[in-house]
């Protein structure tokens, strides 16, 4: 498989600019760009086996969102939140100089893309919301608190692997290989080990939601779904306990009344390495 081009764009903080990484997939020069958005404690690499399936097509870019992977981390922890992501999002596309852009987003990323989709005159053409939606389950908050941030080492790859399939298990199936191949990025040196490739602070926001800011968020983000006018493919894992099969529901009746594609043996969320999820993507952005 092709390796992606690393690159770096300049964005603004609170603090000052920090650096944030991009993957980038096929030819630069291509005026058709797709910009694939990982989730919360994931980064831009998770994308590799749809960007190596999209980039004869597409100019494919896949951003480690700060914090993560090869981006900076961030002086000001509060500054890990979805409208600031927005703003770096807005940077990128500067940068890349496309008019014309089409968006996958999973789960946090999914959050970005709508926000990104909902400014006025947003470049967006299609975008694709991987398992989530304006309602977050808290269950699912829940069970992502329980190791979001935590100190953790592993003393070589296949124990990290171990590890983080542990508590990925709404992934669904993969086999050995490409479960590696969706560890390796994860990880980075420590020592005669490995540790977590992010901020460990980006779980002090993430801890600080209150259920009244949670009911706050909740309220202008379907604000945000009702004013989008793009066509929208929505992805669910049928065991997710992100997204539920009511809002899935509901976002298929309301705003951009989304098109729902829902995976079996899968929950939180789908990581469109599998076939039939990378063509259920491919179709959506490929259609006339």
Request: net charge neutral; aromatic share 6%; with cysteine.
């Amino acid at each position: 498989m092709t390796e992606p081009r690393l690159r770096h764009v300049q964005c603004l903080d609170s603090r000052g600019l920090h650096r944030m990484a991009y993957w980038e997939w096929g030819d630069p020069a291509n005026r058709r760009v797709v910009v694939c958005v990982h989730g919360l404690s994931r980064q831009g690499r998770d994308f590799d086996t749809l960007a190596a399936d999209l980039c004869g097509r597409y100019r494919v870019v896949c951003p480690d969102v700060v914090g993560r992977g090869r981006s900076d981390w961030l002086a000001d922890p509060m500054g890990y939140a979805v409208p600031a992501y927005v703003a770096d999002m807005v940077t990128l596309l500067a940068r890349l100089d496309a008019e014309v852009v089409d968006w996958v987003g999973t789960s946090m990323g999914g959050l970005i893309g709508l926000g990104v989709a909902a400014l006025a005159h947003s470049p967006l053409r299609r975008l694709v919301l991987n398992d989530v939606g304006p309602v977050i389950e808290p269950s699912s908050l829940q069970r992502i608190g329980t190791y979001l941030g935590q100190p953790v080492r592993w003393r070589s790859v296949d124990e990290a692997a171990d590890a983080l399939l542990a508590i990925s298990q709404g992934f669904g199936p993969h086999t050995r290989e490409q479960w590696l191949a969706l560890t390796r990025p994860q990880l980075v040196p420590d020592g005669d080990g490995f540790k977590p490739h992010y901020d460990p602070a980006i779980a002090v926001p993430f801890r600080a939601i209150t259920p009244e800011m949670a009911a706050a968020g909740q309220a202008l983000l379907w604000q945000a779904w009702d004013s989008l006018k793009l066509p929208v493919l929505l992805l669910r894992g049928a065991d997710s306990d992100l997204l539920s099969p009511a809002t899935a529901r509901a976002m298929t009746e309301r705003g951009p009344k989304a098109r729902l594609v829902e995976f079996a043996g899968v929950g939180h969320a789908p990581t469109l390495v599998q076939a039939d999820q990378r063509q259920a993507v491919r179709e959506f952005l490929t259609a006339p």
